[in-house]
């Protein structure tokens, strides 16, 4: 499977969390320019990436802030590097947060998250739903048994019932916003039975998940259709895949190698590529014919 292929199929996935989905895309494009690919035609194809997952800030923070690099002759990898550092104390930090007995509540599939579980082996159970449409939780879930970890599965409607019995929750996420945190829809749900249940709410994130008001154009809310949602004829498909958490119901959040509340989030603005923002236009232009 060659470089276009991979990022064809990563701009297709549902299932992969932000952070997984970055790293293969990051080798693919490595794998492009080692080929010695045209960097119009590599940008093109990141842009579709990006056009298709218009929630993940990280995926719009971390390009911008490579291709400029590119641009203007200095190093990539050290992005990687920094980015790679971050996620690793991240999860040392998240990993200190997780009890070492009782429940833990997780949702949906988060690369983050299982660096957490993998840092510091705990004598846990932990409680995981289904994540529909895509049934990401299903694979986070196989992920967990694999690693040795006791595991309780259960719908989606019915997890916020059980953070009753858990000792914390902690979701990974899209984007982080002024507003609240991107994940997918259910992590709100969770939140507030986390507040009626007096548990604990964290948020592991990464400072290229920050999303600033100039990238804005690119980042969407993604809506699902009627053949995702497998809607009854007649009826109208409504809701998304995502959903955002207000601060407000978030004990704190996990980033730049810091817990610190919401209100305390370091905002470190990404310059955009001109590069990338004209191989975007393009994509948009391309898909309203």
């Given at each position: 499977m060659d470089w276009k292929e991979r990022l064809n199929g990563l701009a297709n996935n549902?299932?992969?969390?932000?952070?997984?989905?970055?790293?293969?895309?990051y080798d693919a494009v490595l794998e492009a320019l080692e080929k010695g690919e045209e960097l119009e035609e590599v940008a093109l194809h990141v842009a579709r990436l990006l056009h298709s997952h218009p929630t993940m800030a990280v995926l719009i923070n971390f390009f911008h802030r490579f291709f400029n690099a590119l641009e203007n002759d200095k190093e990539v990898r050290m992005l990687w590097k920094e980015l790679d550092r971050e996620t690793e104390e991240n999860a040392k930090l998240a990993s200190s947060l997780i009890p070492n007995?009782?429940?833990?509540?997780?949702?949906s599939h988060s690369l983050s998250l299982l660096k957490a579980l993998e840092e510091n082996?705990?004598?846990i159970t932990v409680?995981?739903?289904?994540?529909r449409p895509y049934y990401e939780g299903r694979i986070m879930a196989e992920k967990l048994?694999?690693?040795?970890?006791?595991?309780e599965f259960t719908y989606d409607a019915f997890l916020p019932v059980m953070v009753e019995k858990s000792e914390i929750v902690l979701i990974g996420s899209d984007a982080i916003t002024s507003q609240g945190v991107i994940n997918r829809a259910g992590s709100f749900s969770l939140?507030?039975?986390a507040k009626q249940f007096k548990k604990p709410f964290f948020v592991i994130g990464h400072t290229s998940k920050v999303l600033y008001g100039h990238l804005s154009s690119y980042f969407s809310v993604y809506r699902e259709n009627g053949e995702v949602l497998n809607a009854p004829s007649g009826s109208k498909p409504v809701g998304n895949v995502f959903d955002l958490t207000p601060?407000?119901?978030v004990s704190a959040v996990i980033i730049n190698s810091m817990i610190v509340s919401p209100k305390d989030i370091p905002f470190k603005q990404t310059k955009t590529s001109s590069l990338l923002h004209r191989a975007y236009q393009a994509v948009?232009?391309?898909l309203k014919k």
């Open positions: 549902r299932v992969l969390g932000s952070t997984a989905i970055l790293r293969d895309s007995k009782g429940k833990v509540v997780l949702y082996k705990k004598n409680i995981l739903s289904e994540s048994v694999e690693m040795g970890y006791k595991v939140a507030l039975a601060w407000k119901v948009k232009d391309e």
